[in-house]
């Protein structure tokens, strides 16, 4: 719960719509935020976050990581990340974004670019419309 108030914030700070849990074609994505671009023709630029609390839920968890945005990025606690180093487990973290936390704070982890996706101007109104309908009637 910590770790999503304070994405909230993020998201609030950068003036960005959020929405939780937001259904993805191949699930269920932790949280999504969205902004309009302004300097690219007013498109929205979409973010995915993949919340990891527990080794478990990294390795097994059933919604995976839904990774749909234009950027697209693991947030867990440091501990965890520590964890997955020392259990060498760290190939799902190949190539994707990382946010780890502690203390209050994010740390972004990423080698490079966060993964990237090339999504179509259908599919990020998609995925806004379906953050507006789960934020408007929590579906």
Request: proline residues 2%.
């Given at each position: ?8 914030a993020k998201a609030i700070r950068e ?102 996706c090339k999504l ?20």
């Open positions: 719960m910590e770790i999503e108030e304070k994405l909230k003036s960005k719509r959020y929405a939780f849990e937001v259904r993805v074609p191949n699930g269920i994505c932790d949280f999504v935020t969205t902004k309009i671009d302004f300097r690219n023709h007013n498109i929205p630029w979409v973010t995915c976050y993949e919340i990891k609390v527990s080794f478990s839920d990294y390795q097994h968890s059933e919604n995976g990581a839904n990774f749909l945005g234009d950027e697209n990025y693991y947030v867990m606690p440091s501990e965890l990340l520590e964890e997955i180093l020392s259990k060498n487990a760290q190939g799902k973290l190949q190539g994707k974004g990382l946010y780890t936390y502690k203390d209050g704070r994010f740390y972004k982890k990423t080698d490079g670019k966060a993964y990237q179509s101007l259908e599919d990020k109104w998609l995925l806004m419309d379906r953050m507006i309908m789960k934020s408007l009637y929590n579906e």
